[in-house]
């Protein structure tokens, strides 16, 4: 789960990592407020659920209020394209007005979850900011990693040795230690699958200061955070998303313009495997999961059939725990509640498959059902041509 930076910002500022004094604002006319608060300069900052908006011009140093005003009315009036988001971009519903600071050394700084090891690493540079992804990409060097034991902790020799290594000393060094730790803490305290400070800053006053900030928290630890619903930005998510989300379901958008529907996430793998290797290209996958109702088939197929790059539907069930005849029912349901001409190819097996294709045979859908796997995938790939 993803939220804004002034959320992640308020989050690091209540473990006291400094960040600069800000305003979030609604409207144009609050833009203009906060900036004149600020005192005329300030930086204005779009809020979406993405990065490079530096570089799209989604952040902007501001002269005066007029100028914020005026700027903030071209940000709410479209969507925000970066190099993060997609070619759609993404709605700015809110937006951060700061004091702009005067920046001497930009630093990257970021806790996320290392998969190979299972555990937290941290992640640093000297060579923070806008241009990250180049320095990651062309001096891979320059990027120092420290991968952090889960019972000892993260130790504050191996925070200070970090701090020195990205050539900081004297007190601003052990604030960046203090900044460290405190970092780490937000991490675990906060369920965080990623805690990212870039650019992390050296003022030209000499203080360290987090200048942007992004925290995606771990779904499987939202039950544990009350307040976590109540952060997100709907305005933000696929609306498909939030459709799925609902009703339990795991939806994936991808590029392509096949949309399966499957049971289990082994199999939706797999079932993406072998459309890749007959040629294809899946516009998405929705797992409805083991046990699911006639219902949430329904919902599924309905999802599936709003997305507008789907060309064709590849179902692909095995039948345990839930029954064919089931799965065909829901299908049956939604696709003739919208007239569906997609063609579509079902694969199936396992518990009443018999009744499940007789019933996807008798029921009018330009449906055809495959032999086994390969020939079913074989077929929607050939249908699309
Ligand atoms: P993104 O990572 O999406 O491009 P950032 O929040 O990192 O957005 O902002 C881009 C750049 O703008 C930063 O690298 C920093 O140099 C500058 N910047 C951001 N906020 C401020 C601020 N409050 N004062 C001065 N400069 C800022
Ligand atoms: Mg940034």
Redesign the pocket.
């Known amino acids: 789960m993803n939220i804004h930076?002034y959320q992640a910002k308020e989050i690091l500022s209540s473990y006291g990592i400094p960040i600069?004094r800000g305003r979030v604002a609604l409207t144009s006319d609050q833009v203009e407020r906060a900036a004149k608060m600020m005192g005329g300069r300030c930086?204005v900052?779009a809020q979406i659920y993405a990065?490079?908006?530096?570089?799209a011009g989604?952040?902007k140093l501001i002269h005066y209020p007029e100028q914020a005003q005026e700027y903030g009315k071209e940000l709410f009036g479209r969507n925000l394209v970066t190099s993060q988001t997609g070619p759609e971009g993404l709605k700015v519903r809110r937006i951060l007005v700061?004091?702009?600071?005067e920046?001497a050394r930009?630093f990257y700084l970021s806790i996320t979850l290392d998969r190979e090891s299972s555990r937290y690493v941290l992640i640093a540079s000297a060579e923070g900011?806008?241009d990250i992804e180049e320095v990651a990409h062309k001096s891979p060097e320059k990027i120092l990693t420290l991968i952090i034991d889960p019972l000892g902790g993260l130790r504050p020799y191996q925070a200070r040795k970090i701090a020195l290594e990205l050539g900081l000393f004297g007190t601003v060094c052990e604030d960046c230690v203090e900044l460290i730790m405190n970092l780490y803490r937000v991490c675990q305290e906060k369920d965080c699958s990623l805690v990212e400070i870039?650019?992390l800053v050296v003022t030209k006053a000499g203080w360290l200061m987090a200048?942007?900030a992004k925290i995606t928290f771990d779904d499987n630890a939202v039950y544990r955070h009350r307040e976590y619903p109540d952060m997100m930005d709907y305005s933000q998510l696929d609306p498909l998303e939030i459709n799925a989300g609902k009703y339990d379901l795991a939806y994936i958008k991808l590029t392509g313009s096949i949309g399966c529907l499957v049971n289990g996430a082994g199999l939706a793998m797999a079932t993406l495997d072998v459309l890749k290797e007959c040629g294809g290209e899946p516009a998405n996958f929705l797992d409805v999961g083991g046990g699911a109702t006639r219902e949430k088939v329904a919902e599924a197929f309905r999802i599936i059939l709003q997305d507008k790059d789907v060309k064709g539907i590849f179902v692909n069930i095995f039948g345990g725990i839930m029954r064919c005849d089931v799965i065909a029912h829901g299908i049956i349901e939604a696709a003739g509640e919208v007239h569906c001409t997609l063609p579509i190819v079902v694969r199936m097996d396992g518990s009443k498959v018999e009744e499940g294709k007789q019933l996807l045979s008798e029921s009018g859908l330009n449906v055809q059902v495959g032999v086994n796997l390969g020939d079913a995938a074989a077929r929607i790939v050939q249908m699309l041509g």
């Open positions: 930076e600069p930086v900052k990065g490079g908006r530096g570089k989604g952040v700061e004091e702009a600071v920046i930009e900011g806008m870039n650019p200048m942007d």
